[in-house]
């Protein structure tokens, strides 16, 4: 099977962003006001991601989710339009601009009153909430160095079944390179490593974007599977 792959080129892109149910008026001016910042908005994720990432919360029924790295609130807006009305999304980040962007669509898109934005960093977030399994699913897009201890302080947040989403798991093709002088794409390989033998969860890497890993918490009553 290893043939089973199709290259992806600029038209078949194009085809693929507009063969989707998802065309948020919202999503699209945010886009765009985010792409004026320069170089810095590759930081925000790709619309066919946000659209996946929400038909997931959806298709898991997640009420309580949380992510690690918010910048102008893309990822933050297609989450919270997933979850239920009582839904609550925590957002994290350090960034007190950015996020006055973010804050300006998720009230504009009526999704501001899902979001629980706290500035600071992540990690002490992280380990000032309870230590019980309350969220239904995760993102995790900050700095890279950082990604394994996020995932160590959310997982036992997180519910038997939940998931956990990791951003930029390629690095543009980095991690292929065991010599790389880039300590994000070392980060980044050691991460996926210790994911694909992780039994606590089972996982998968899909060529979305820059690559997005997701990985579901296994109930203490599954084996680690073959």
């Known amino acids: 099977m290893s043939g089973k792959f199709t290259p992806m080129t600029p038209e078949l892109y194009a085809y693929m962003l507009v063969h989707r149910s998802e065309h948020d008026p919202v999503l699209a001016r945010l ?18 991601q946000g659209a996946f990432m929400a038909l997931l919360a959806r298709a898991i029924g997640a009420r309580n989710a949380i992510e690690v790295g918010t910048f102008t609130g893309y990822s933050a807006l297609c989450l919270a339009r997933a979850l239920p009305d009582g839904g609550r999304l925590i957002a994290c980040d350090i960034n007190e601009e950015w996020t006055l962007m973010a804050r300006r669509y998720w009230q504009e898109a009526g999704v501001a009153h899902k979001i629980d934005l706290r500035l600071g960093p992540a990690i002490e977030t ?3 909430l309870p230590r019980a399994p309350d969220f239904d699913l995760a993102f995790i897009d900050a700095d890279k160095g950082g990604y394994r201890e996020y995932y160590e302080e959310i997982l036992p947040r997180l519910r038997a079944g939940g ?24 980060a980044l390989r050691a991460l996926n490593d210790a994911l694909a033998s992780d039994a606590r969860v089972e ?3 899909l060529p979305i974007a820059d690559g997005l890993t997701i990985v579901r918490k296994r109930a203490a009553s599954e084996g680690a599977g073959p």
């Open 31 to 48: 886009a765009q006001e985010t792409a004026k910042l320069g170089g810095i908005s590759v930081m925000q994720i790709a619309p066919e």
């Open 126 to 128: 992280l380990r000032a």
């Open 163 to 186: 998931l956990i989403l990791f951003d930029n798991v390629f690095y543009f093709g980095q991690v292929l390179d065991a010599a790389s002088d880039f300590e994000d794409a070392r």
């Open 203 to 205: 996982s998968v890497m």
